[in-house]
T-cell receptor
Framework: DAGVTQSPTHLIKTRGQHVTLRCSPI?????VSWYQQVLGQGPQFIFQ???????GRGNFPDRFSARQFPNYSSELNVNALLLGDSALYLC?????????????FGQGTRLTVV | GQSLEQPSEVTAVEGAIVQINCTYQ??????LSWYQQHDGGAPTFLSY????GLEETGRFSSFLSRSDSYGYLLLQELQMKDSASYFC?????????FGKGTRLHILP
């Protein structure tokens, strides 16, 4: 069985541009969460989606948005990129975060803003 | 507050035992988790403690004391492949809150 898959694995964008990151959860998982991890820090929560609805949002500006599709895959969008948005973006899936104690992470998308 | 504190780095010798501590300040409690992350890799779940006491999974054990807001991860029979960052984390219904991570260096 495939784990959590994310695309692309790496990308470089220019300040002010827009980026879309994609995530496919483990088959059967209905919840997808997004995290930002800067070098030397722990992952920071951005969004959680469950059954295509936003269930939680972290302390990130409105430039960050996400959605979940009927097949439970998800997109994270970031507008007006800043240099400080350079980070590893991780997607995690779980069956139902209210009852699941374990999150399964993808390998992440390494975003570099220049 | 929802912060978790853990040492930034720990060094140990191959074959030895190492303990990584985590203290937390939270309102409410949903359990303490531990994740391992190798350089360039994804965080991988190691263990979860909902109740006080010790949970053992092979060479790894995790302990929780809710009255002390404290937990630790114990790694035994250290192997070079255990060199990684280890994160304690709190589960909430809509998110996982991670500590800043402890970088474990293992000497041969």
């Amino acid at each position: 069985d495939a784990g959590v898959t994310q695309s692309p694995t790496h990308l470089i964008k220019t300040r002010g541009q827009h980026v879309t990151l994609r995530c496919s959860p483990i088959s059967g998982h209905k919840s997808v969460s997004w995290y930002q991890q800067v070098l030397g820090q722990g992952p920071q929560f951005i969004f959680q989606y469950y059954e295509k609805e936003e269930r939680g949002r972290g302390n990130f500006p409105d430039r960050f948005s996400a959605r979940q599709f009927p097949n439970y895959s998800s997109e994270l969008n970031v507008n007006a990129l800043l240099l400080g948005d350079s980070a590893l973006y991780l997607c995690a899936s779980s069956s139902d975060p209210l009852i699941s104690t374990e999150a399964f992470f993808g390998q992440g998308t390494r975003l570099t803003v220049v | 507050g929802q912060s978790l504190e853990q040492p930034s780095e720990v060094t140990a010798v191959e074959g030895a035992i190492v303990q990584i501590n985590c203290t937390y300040q939270t309102s409410g409690f949903y359990g303490l988790s531990w994740y391992q992350q190798h350089d360039g890799g994804a965080p991988t779940f190691l263990s979860y403690n909902a109740l006080d006491g010790l949970e053992e999974t092979g060479r790894f054990s995790s302990f929780l004391s809710r009255s002390d807001s404290y937990g630790y991860l114990l790694l035994q029979e250290l192997q070079m492949k255990d060199s990684a960052s280890y994160f304690c984390a709190r589960n909430r219904d809509d998110k996982i809150i991670f500590g800043k991570g402890t970088r474990l260096h293992i000497l041969p």
